[in-house]
């Protein structure tokens, strides 16, 4: 733990009111898929604006699980093979879900009870989604509105 938090190796954005992070391991594209989200909540109009990359402190609180950047890397995101580059940014925010990014070998469809619980307490929605996704935001809302509304049982009435 450190400043008041755990420690996480993640990157962490805010798109509109939404709070993700992304989570996994070393080149697996958390960096990249996170840059591609702020740029469709962009183009839409959106409010969008990174909280970290590589490192984020997570806190838990009664209204759910913060993240805060450390300064010495505000607004700064790097793209793997590419630069470092700034992009607007916000100290910290208040995080709605967990989003893993995975390569082509992934399994096609995971369980739709996936969470990520690192310890500590905390425990949010996981969505996998592949890195190479055409809308990765759009499909993060989408998994989202999926998990939240229960599929209707029997069959479609036309």
Same mark, same amino acid.
């Given at each position: 733990?450190?400043?008041?938090?755990?420690?996480?190796?993640?990157?962490?954005?805010?798109?509109?009111?939404?709070?993700?992070?992304?989570?996994?391991?070393?080149?697996?594209?958390?960096?990249?898929?996170?840059?591609?989200?702020?740029?469709?909540?962009?183009?839409?109009?959106?409010?969008?604006?990174?909280?970290? #990359? #590589?490192?984020?402190?997570?806190?838990?609180?009664? !209204?759910?699980?913060?993240?805060?950047?450390? #300064?010495?890397?505000?607004?700064?995101? =790097?793209?793997?093979?590419?630069?470092?580059?700034?992009? &607007?940014?916000?100290?910290?925010?208040?995080? %709605?879900?967990?989003?893993?990014?995975?390569?082509? %070998?992934? =399994?096609?469809? @995971? @369980?739709? %009870?996936? !969470?990520?619980?690192?310890?500590?307490?905390? #425990?949010? @929605?996981?969505?996998?989604?592949?890195? %190479?996704?055409?809308?990765?935001?759009? &499909?993060?809302?989408?998994?989202?509105?999926?998990?939240?509304?229960?599929? &209707?049982?029997?069959? @479609?009435?036309?």
């Amino acid at each position: 733990m450190s400043n008041g938090g755990i420690n996480l190796h993640a990157t962490v954005i805010v798109a509109g009111h939404r709070g993700i992070l992304f989570t996994g391991p070393s080149g697996s594209g958390k960096s990249a898929l996170a840059f591609r989200c702020l740029a469709e909540a962009s183009g839409h109009g959106r409010h969008a604006a990174l909280v970290a #990359d #590589d490192q984020v402190f997570l806190q838990i609180f009664e !209204r759910g699980v913060i993240a805060t950047r450390p #300064d010495s890397i505000a607004g700064l995101i =790097e793209l793997r093979q590419s630069a470092i580059v700034k992009v &607007a940014s916000q100290r910290r925010c208040l995080i %709605d879900v967990a989003v893993q990014p995975v390569g082509p %070998d992934a =399994e096609r469809l @995971p @369980p739709a %009870d996936l !969470r990520f619980a690192p310890g500590h307490g905390i #425990d949010l @929605p996981l969505v996998v989604i592949p890195r %190479d996704a055409v809308a990765p935001l759009a &499909a993060i809302e989408a998994i989202l509105a999926t998990l939240a509304a229960p599929l &209707a049982t029997g069959s @479609p009435q036309f």
